[in-house]
């Protein structure tokens, strides 16, 4: 289903399970798409409603014009959950798309029940990183700098595997213009204040070997939260869900029932 957010960006929206269920949203990171969630989804528990959408900029959804702010990016999230007609979900994000579920979380704690935050932080790098980045993509395209993330994005056990022909895929297909876009969006972003007011259930799950968001920048975030739940996947990059998708599927389908939201099986 293509749901219109309020700018008219269309966005691709998949949604799969039992109707009526309680619902995980999925919310993939920087130049990468719904994808990313293909290992992961037969593994969660039978009882859950899964909804997955491609970010602007990426996927099957439009590529407006970067820059792209998180407030943008946050209100896609919006009008997604809310198209579907869901409140109270569980958003698990990963890097970019936990930035995206830690703020939808701020703005609209009615939608939000859990937070699942993968590989991701409350401010990731500096807005001269973001900067330098963005110059080096504009003027080299995003195909001569694949290698450089996909090394940074793999922990060393994937980055010979069908994972990493995956994650080339995603990387390769994403448009220059909604890469960019997203950049933007991380550069401008620092939740650090705003999450430490959050009280709700959360899971931090960070790589090991993940060499785009380190695990102690990762801890510090989930610090903040009073009772977040903090674990390290041994042998996972940035990618764990494909990486290590039993791994990762076990944790979050742990929590879901931790927190209720799903009865096993
Ligand atoms: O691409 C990277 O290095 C890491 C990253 C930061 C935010 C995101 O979504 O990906």
């Not at 039992?18 to 994808?35: C, F, K, N, Q």
């Not at 950049?183 to 009280?199: E, H, I, K, N, Q």
Request: net charge negative; proline share 6%; hydrophobic share 45%.
């Amino acid at each position: 289903m293509i749901v219109e957010a309020r700018d008219g960006c269309r966005l691709a929206t998949r949604i799969e399970g039992p109707e009526g269920a309680p619902a995980l949203v999925l919310l993939h990171g920087l130049g990468m798409d719904m994808t990313l969630w293909d290992a992961v989804l037969p593994l969660l528990p039978g009882d859950i409603r899964v909804l997955r959408y491609d970010l602007r900029g990426h996927g099957g959804s439009d590529v407006p014009p970067a820059p792209y702010s998180m407030g943008q990016m946050v209100s896609d999230a919006e009008a997604v959950i809310e198209a579907h007609g869901l409140r109270e979900t569980v958003v698990a994000g990963l890097s970019l798309g936990g930035m995206v579920a830690q703020g939808l979380a701020v703005k609209r704690l009615d939608l939000v029940r859990a937070l699942i935050l993968s590989n991701t932080a409350a401010k990731i790098g500096t807005p001269k990183i973001w900067d330098d980045r963005i110059a080096t993509i504009r003027r080299e395209g995003l195909a001569a700098q694949v290698e450089t993330v996909l090394d940074r994005w793999l922990g060393r056990d994937a980055r010979h595997g069908s994972a990493a022909g995956r994650a080339r895929r995603m990387l390769g297909g994403t448009e220059v213009e909604g890469y960019i876009g997203g950049c933007a969006a991380v550069s401008g972003t620092d939740l650090w204040t705003p999450v430490s007011g959050l009280r709700l259930p959360v899971l931090g799950i960070a790589g090991a070997e993940d060499r785009s968001v380190p695990t102690d920048l990762m801890r510090e975030t989930v610090e903040l939260i009073p009772g977040a739940r903090f674990e390290i996947l041994r042998r996972a990059g940035h990618l764990p869900p494909m990486e290590r998708p039993e791994d990762w599927a076990a944790l979050v389908s742990g929590q879901l029932r931790a927190i209720g939201q799903s009865g096993g099986a």
